[in-house]
Structure formats: structure tokens, C-alpha cells
């Protein structure tokens, strides 16, 4: 149902960075960037980072990246905490989603709360 999601960023060199390194471990990579632009994906770009360009405070994001299997979602965590983020949740089931909902969240560089997530059973 979603072809893209564009994520308006106070600072997308600095939020490039996070997303590079924790998008990695998923597949995901930078394919296109403009001045002040980046979209990334596995095949084409279907997740953006953009400048902020509205005033006031910014509502906070969730967003869940798929990952194949439980040893990503792992990675996933291990490169946010390289990359400086904050922890919300560290990897582990989630019972109360279904029985074998594994992920971890972080925040991003804006205050995002930013999933990895793996449906498959151990």
C-alpha cells in the first residue's frame, strides 16, 4: 500500500549517517541523493530523508523496517548503538503482538522511534 515515505530531518548529513549504518544490516543503502536529499532501498528508493521545513516542534515517527530473520534485527541493534542512538527496546519477543514478533527499537538522530522487525519463528 505504501510506495515511499519521505522523513523530514533537522540535519540529513548527520541523519544519513544513522541511516546508513543501521539500514545496512536490513539491505538498505543510499541510491539516489540531490542537494539536501537522500533515498534509500534495496532495489529503488523508497525511504527518503529531506530538510525540515515547517516551523514548530516536530511530532514524533514510528517506523518498522522488515528484517529476514532475528540475526538482523541483532545487527540492526548492534549498528544504532554504534552509531550513538538511543535505546528504547533491545532486541527480544514481543508476546503481546504475536508469538514470534522479534525487534528492537531505537531512536534516530530526531527523536524517531525506529524498528526492526522479524515475523519469521526462530
Known amino acids: 500500500m505504501i510506495d515511499h515515505l519521505s522523513v523530514q530531518v533537522r540535519d540529513v548529513p548527520s541523519s544519513a549517517a544513522f541511516y546508513d549504518a543501521v539500514l545496512a544490516p536490513l539491505g538498505g543503502r543510499r541510491l539516489l541523493e540531490f542537494?539536501?536529499?537522500?533515498?534509500?532501498?534495496?532495489?529503488?528508493?523508497?525511504?527518503?530523508?529531506?530538510?525540515?521545513?515547517?516551523?514548530?516542534?516536530?511530532?514524533?515517527?514510528?517506523?518498522?523496517?522488515?528484517?529476514?530473520?532475528?540475526?538482523?534485527?541483532?545487527?540492526?541493534?548492534?549498528?544504532?548503538?554504534?552509531?550513538?542512538?538511543?535505546?528504547?527496546?533491545?532486541?527480544?519477543?514481543?508476546?503481546?503482538?504475536?508469538?514470534?514478533?522479534?525487534a528492537a527499537f531505537v531512536r534516530d538522530p530526531d527523536g524517531n522511534n525506529i524498528e526492526a522487525v522479524c515475523h519469521a519463528p526462530q
Open 35 to 102: 542537494p539536501n536529499v537522500v533515498g534509500y532501498g534495496r532495489d529503488r528508493p523508497d525511504f527518503w530523508l529531506g530538510p525540515t521545513e515547517t516551523r514548530g516542534e516536530a511530532r514524533e515517527l514510528h517506523l518498522a523496517f522488515t528484517a529476514d530473520d532475528r540475526a538482523t534485527v541483532e545487527a540492526f541493534h548492534d549498528a544504532a548503538i554504534k552509531a550513538g542512538a538511543e535505546v528504547l527496546h533491545a532486541p527480544r519477543i514481543w508476546p503481546e503482538y504475536h508469538p514470534t514478533y522479534f
